[in-house]
């Protein structure tokens, strides 16, 4: 298996941006999901009720300022577009803590269980998408690890999909009949909420270990110790 895409958001509910390269840390991938929208009262608003945020696309510039359609996030311009798109008092927050996670830091999307959705894998929202992986195997990951060189991550469990599936990432044509097909045929569920053991950096193409059971405990207890021995005789066990 290997690492085939990585994707950042920098803007909560906004389209984000496809990556060679990333540092991930304690948080995920860094950088994503720094800022969010809220309205006049201080609540979170997503693209689940607003989807026209979907519209508009958040990256990482050059001195990791983050942009919105080419314009910093902050500038009177985006301010307008926010409020054009939720009404008075809407604006942007940045929160880098990790409450501003939906469910867990990362979302581990694979080719296999993509293939058997049928549409475009910007619907579900990865931050990585594994490659070469067969099938819905997905689903037997939870409980196990993902080792991406040094990097080292866990696998929670399937996450729960919302009608923000529904939505085209392009066109924002919405078919609800797409969302209604994931609870059909995955049960509501698809891809991989995932937290972070080990952080480091990841390359799209590495290679992409799953480590399981007694292993996986061992992989993380090693690393948390700097016992690199322990980490070697683990990978023997999962062999």
């Known amino acids: 298996m290997n690492v085939a895409e990585i994707w950042r958001y920098p803007v909560k509910t906004m389209a984000g941006e496809p990556l060679q390269s990333a540092s991930v840390g304690p948080l995920g991938i860094e950088g994503d999901r720094a800022v969010h ?57 940045r929160d880098e803590s990790a409450e501003r996670f ?3 830091p990362l979302l581990v999307a694979t080719d296999g269980a993509i293939a058997a959705f049928g ?7 990865p931050n990585i998408v594994i490659g070469g992986v067969e099938g819905m195997a997905e ?15 866990g696998v929670q469990d399937l996450r729960l999909r919302c009608i923000m ?22 049960e509501g569920k698809l891809a991989l909420n995932c937290f972070v053991i080990q952080g480091g950096r990841i390359v799209v193409g590495d290679t992409v270990e799953l480590v399981r059971g007694r292993a996986c405990a061992e992989s993380a207890g090693a690393i948390q110790t ?14």
């Open 37 to 93: 929208v809220e309205d006049a009262v201080g609540r979170v608003i997503t693209s689940r009720t607003h989807p026209r945020f979907l519209g508009h696309k958040a990256v990482l510039g050059p001195h990791g300022e983050i942009l919105v359609d080419g314009r910093p996030w902050d500038s009177a311009e985006v301010a307008a577009d926010v409020t054009a798109i939720a009404g008075m008092g809407a604006r942007l927050v």
């Open 102 to 104: 939906d469910v867990l």
């Open 119 to 125: 549409h475009d894998r910007r619907r579900l929202r």
């Open 139 to 153: 689903r037997d990951w939870p409980g196990a690890c993902l080792r991406i060189g040094t990097v080292l991550i």
């Open 165 to 186: 599936t529904s939505f085209h990432p392009d066109t924002l044509a919405q078919d609800k009949n797409i969302t209604r097909s994931i609870y059909q045929r995955f």
């Open 226 to 239: 700097g016992d690199r021995h322990a980490v070697s005789s683990a990978d023997h066990q999962a062999g």
